[in-house]
């Protein structure tokens, strides 16, 4: 008979340990187990068991959770490269392809106190820099044409017009400056270097703005370093290092390795722009890594 009713509370446990038994059920198997310490041990395998499954179960729901991140990282830095492709295939389309002096390609006119640039229809804009001379009452004027890959697919081409002096101030020269090496022409007044003419020359700002960046990332590595032991100070330089690193990324992706340039200020804030993301695609890289490292 007690195997009888061995048999019959091991075949309740299960219930009762889930809490699903009823009242009496449960008074009948508490009774029992004081009194059966057979019992008791199965009741015991069965408590481990079910600590294991929920144990299994709380493990698999984390390994779950992982892998949820991990393919939303790996979402947002597909994002990120995607804007980053975007951003230099932008610029690249509309990057100014100056154009040689020819003829026909910029004429010069002088009405009513006004000099007018027209310039022809192979072109997509043009750019113009102003010098005054010291006297206060002269000016010099830069004038450069250009073409692109966008203006040469898509865009509409037109003749155009532009007033070198707005506000009526004497020119004293135009000079057609084509930014390839060349010496500059002068298209209209007089020669001011009668001895030998002017070439302009490309800027180098951005080889100091990545000199600059470079030795930023340097000082912010070493102070990472030093900091390594301190979780708080650590993970703040460690973010902090991607700025300058993402500018130098920026550069090579869209300068290379040239640092010179005859349009600096386009370059450089082109630069800024495609640096945001690279800066959001390190991190997200980053928590990708450290993610994988906690496995």
Known sequence: ???????????LLPIYVEGMASKS?????EGHLNECAFCRGELEKLKESVIKAEDD?????????RIRKQKSL???????ASIIVLILAFGYVTAPQYLPFEEGLVSIDYNNGLVIAEVNDKTAGYSIETFIYSDGKHNSVDLSVYTSILSKSILKKRSESVVLNPGGEKVASVYYVGNDGNPDRLIYGLE??????????????????FIISALIFIILLVARIFYRKQEKPARLIGTALFIPLSYMISHL????????SFTATR?????????????????????????????
């Open 1 to 11: 008979m007690a195997i009888n009713n061995c048999e019959m509370v091991c075949d």
């Open 25 to 29: 059920s449960s008074e009948y198997i």
């Open 57 to 65: 179960k709380l493990a698999l729901k984390k390994i779950q959770k």
């Open 74 to 80: 790996a979402v947002l830095l597909a994002v990120a």
């Open 192 to 209: 001011q270097n009668p001895s030998g003419g002017r070439i302009s020359l490309p800027r180098l700002v951005l080889g100091y703005y």
């Open 253 to 260: 992706l869209v300068k290379g390795f040239n640092t010179i």
């Open 267 to 295: 370059d450089f804030f082109l630069i800024m722009l495609v640096s945001a993301p690279v800066f959001f695609a390190l991190l997200i890289l980053s928590k990708i890594i450290n993610t994988a490292i906690k496995k």
